[in-house]
């Protein structure tokens, strides 16, 4: 019995290497895309560690809410009548953030020509309660502006 070998077509041959170098080729660039950021030559743009984002300056920052309860505070302040609370105590509320309060010890005093009022305030908020102190005094426009008002 004779077994005749069939042999292999020559424009298979061809195919199955163009196949293979275009598989090989692929998966260099996929590799080479996943790899780039690594820096593995060292031949990458340094970073400038100079700039850094996310700086606190040394100034402390005011919550958005102690701000809004401050001007709640000199508009209660600013708008009792003395004559008429006497020693008597101010309520204020604010419904923006929630706080609320009781402004005391009211005192008007006029030095320079200007007209200020000290007084005393706690503050009941979700932080919890606190007392504090503050100051506010008459522009020349004769709007009113808090110049102090400390945590005691």
């Not at 100079?50 to 709640?72: C, F, H, L, W, Y």
């Not at 419904?95 to 320079?112: D, M």
């Not at 932080?127 to 808090?146: Q, R, V």
Request: charged fraction near 20%; charge should be positive; proline fraction near 3%.
């Amino acid at each position: 019995m004779e077994v005749i070998a069939k042999p292999k077509s020559p424009t298979k041959r061809p195919l199955d290497v163009i196949a293979r170098v275009t598989v090989v080729s692929v998966l260099v660039g996929v590799l080479t895309g996943c790899t780039s950021s690594l820096d593995l030559f060292g031949d990458s743009a340094k970073v400038d560690r100079s700039i850094s984002t996310g700086t606190v300056s040394g100034r402390k920052q005011q919550e958005p809410n102690a701000v809004s309860d401050e001007a709640t505070v000199r508009n209660a302040v600013t708008s009792a009548d003395l004559t008429k609370v006497g020693t008597a105590s101010v309520p204020w509320a604010n419904a923006a953030t929630g706080s609320a309060g009781v402004v005391s010890n009211i005192r008007e005093a006029r030095s320079e020509g200007n007209v200020c009022r000290d007084f005393m305030t706690t503050r009941h908020s979700y932080e919890g309660i606190a007392m504090f102190s503050g100051k506010a005094c008459m522009t020349g426009s004769g709007d009113w502006m808090l110049t102090a008002f400390d945590r005691q």
